[in-house]
C-alpha cells in the first residue's frame, strides 16, 4: 500500500478517458436518443391528432346523416301531401264533371221534352184540324162527336 | 507461490507487482547489492516499499487501463453503429448506461456543463467494471502470473489507493478548476472566506474550516472506494483459506452481496463527484 506514481499515471488514464468519452462516445449516442425521443413524441402527437380527426369526422358524417334524414322525411312529407291534394282535387274535378254531365243531360232531356210537346201540339192541331173537318163533313152528333172527341184524346 | 503462512499468503496477494527504481547501495532481496541506482521489478514488498514514490503499480495501471479501453471501446463501438430506430442489445444497454448517467447528472447539477453528464458516465462505468474484477476468483491471476514469472499482481486496482487517490485527484483539479473559473479567484475566496460564518472577524475560522472541507472531499471519496473494495478483497481472500470443502458456503453469499457493493461504490463514487462539481458551479 505504497503511494507512487501509479497516482499520477491514473490520473493521466481518467482524465484521457474522460477527453474521450467526451469527445467521441457521448455526443453520437444523445443525439441518437433525442432524435428517437423527437420521432416518438411526433408519432404520438400525429396519433393524437389523427383520433381527433377521427372523431371530428364521425361527428360530421353523425350530424350529414341526421340532415339526410331530415330531408328524407320532409321529401316524404311533401310528396304526401302533394298526393293528397291530387287526390283531392281530382275527386274534386270528377264530381264538377259528374254534375256538369248530370246538367247537360237535364238540359238535353228538358230540350227534347219541349221539342216532344211542339211536335204534339203541332199533331194536335192537324189531328184537331182533322178531326173538325170529319165533324164537319159528316152530321155533327153528340154522340158521335164524344166518340170522336175520345178518340182524339186518345190519338194524344 | 510464496505463500507458506496464511498470513503471508494474505500479505502476498495484498502486495501490488512494483516497478520502481531502487537506489544506490541498496542490498536487494538476494542478498547483491546495487552499484547505482536501477529502475526494476521489486522482488520482495520490502524491496516495493523501499521504491518510494519513484514506482509504479505496474498491475493497477494495467487493469485499469484495460478497463477503461474496455468501456471506451465497447461504447465507441455502440456510438459508432448508434441508430435512431429501434435499438439493438448493445445500443440498449448503452442507452441505459447513459440514461442512468443523465438521470444522476438531472437529479443533483444545477449548473449547465457538457462536461459533466459523459464524465459521469465514464466514472461510474470504468469505476464498476474495476470493481468488478473484485469477483474474479482471488488465485487466478496471481497463479497465472506466477507462472509467468511476476512474483506478485493484484488485478483490482479500487483495492489500490493510488488508483482511488488518482481518480479522486482528477475530480478534486476538476472541482478547483470549476470554482475558479464560474465564481473567479475572488468569489471563490469569498466563498471560502465568509462561510459558513458571515462576519470579518471570522475570516481564519472560516478559511480553515472550508479548506478542510475541500480537501477533504477528493479523500473522502478515494478512502471510501478504496476502504470498501479492499475490506472486500481481504474477505475473499481469508475464505480462501479455509479448507477447500467450506469455501463456497462463505465465498458466494459474500460474492453475491458484492455484487451490490461493486455497484453501489461505483455509483457512491460517481454521485459525489457530481454532487461536488455541481457545488463548485454554484455562484452566489
Known amino acids: ?156 | 507461490m510464496a505463500a507458506d503462512t496464511p498470513v503471508a499468503y494474505i500479505q502476498h496477494h495484498l502486495t501490488n507487482l512494483t516497478y520502481g527504481k531502487l537506489p544506490a547501495g541498496y542490498e536487494r532481496a538476494d542478498g547483491t547489492v546495487l552499484q547505482e541506482a536501477q529502475w526494476t521489478m521489486a522482488h520482495t514488498a520490502q524491496e516495493a516499499a523501499d521504491m518510494g514514490f519513484m514506482a509504479f503499480h505496474v498491475d493497477t495501471l494495467g487493469w485499469s487501463i484495460a478497463m477503461g479501453l474496455l468501456f471506451l471501446g465497447l461504447f465507441r463501438f455502440a456510438a459508432k453503429r448508434v441508430t435512431e430506430g429501434a435499438p439493438g442489445g448493445l445500443q440498449n444497454f448503452v442507452e441505459i448506461m447513459f440514461e442512468f448517467s443523465q438521470g444522476i447528472v438531472r437529479d443533483v447539477f444545477h449548473g449547465r456543463n457538457p462536461i459533466i453528464a459523459p464524465m459521469a458516465l465514464t466514472l461510474f462505468v470504468w469505476i464498476f467494471l474495476m470493481n468488478a474484477l473484485d469477483l474474479v476468483p482471488v488465485d487466478y491471476i496471481p497463479v497465472l502470473a506466477h507462472a509467468m514469472g511476476l512474483e506478485y499482481f493484484k488485478i483490482v486496482p479500487t483495492t489500490d489507493p493510488n488508483a482511488t487517490f488518482g481518480i479522486a485527484l482528477g475530480v478534486f483539479i476538476l472541482i478547483l478548476f470549476y470554482s475558479f473559473k464560474v465564481k473567479g479567484p475572488g468569489g471563490f475566496l469569498k466563498e471560502l472566506s465568509f462561510t459558513p460564518f458571515n462576519h470579518w472577524s471570522l475570516v481564519p475560522f472560516n478559511l480553515v474550516l472550508e479548506l478542510l472541507g475541500l480537501i477533504i472531499k477528493p479523500i473522502s471519496l478515494a478512502l471510501r472506494l478504496f476502504g470498501n473494495m479492499y475490506a472486500g478483497e481481504v474477505i475473499f481472500i481469508l475464505i480462501a483459506l479455509l479448507p477447500l470443502w467450506v469455501q463456497w458456503t462463505l465465498s458466494v453469499p459474500w460474492a453475491i452481496f458484492h455484487i451490490l457493493v461493486i455497484t453501489l461504490q461505483a455509483f457512491i463514487f460517481t454521485t459525489l463527484t457530481v454532487v461536488y462539481l455541481s457545488a463548485a458551479h454554484e455562484d452566489h
Not at chain 1, 468519452?21 to 457521448?26: A, E, L, M, N, S
Not at chain 1, 264538377?96 to 254531365?101: A, F, N, R, T, V
Not at chain 1, 238540359?107 to 216532344?116: K, N, P, S
Open chain 1, 1 to 156: 500500500m505504497n503511494i507512487n506514481l501509479t497516482l499520477i499515471g491514473q490520473s493521466i488514464a481518467f482524465a484521457i478517458f474522460v477527453w474521450f468519452c467526451v469527445k467521441y462516445v457521448w455526443p453520437p449516442i444523445t443525439a441518437a436518443m433525442e432524435a428517437r425521443q423527437k420521432k416518438i413524441a411526433d408519432g404520438l402527437s400525429a396519433a393524437d391528432r389523427a383520433s381527433l380527426d377521427l372523431e371530428l369526422a364521425q361527428e360530421k358524417a353523425a350530424k350529414e346523416m341526421q340532415k339526410a334524414k331530415e330531408e328524407a322525411a320532409a321529401l316524404i312529407d311533401q310528396a304526401n301531401k302533394r298526393a293528397a291534394q291530387i287526390v283531392e282535387s281530382s275527386k274534386d274535378d270528377a264530381r264538377k264533371e259528374g254534375e256538369k254531365l248530370i246538367e247537360q243531360a237535364r238540359a238535353e232531356i228538358q230540350q227534347e221534352r219541349v221539342q216532344a210537346r211542339d211536335a204534339l201540339r203541332a199533331e194536335v192541331a192537324t189531328l184537331a184540324v182533322a178531326g173538325a173537318e170529319k165533324i164537319l163533313e159528316t152530321s155533327v152528333d153528340a154522340k158521335a162527336h164524344s166518340e170522336m172527341l175520345e178518340k182524339l184524346a186518345a190519338e194524344l
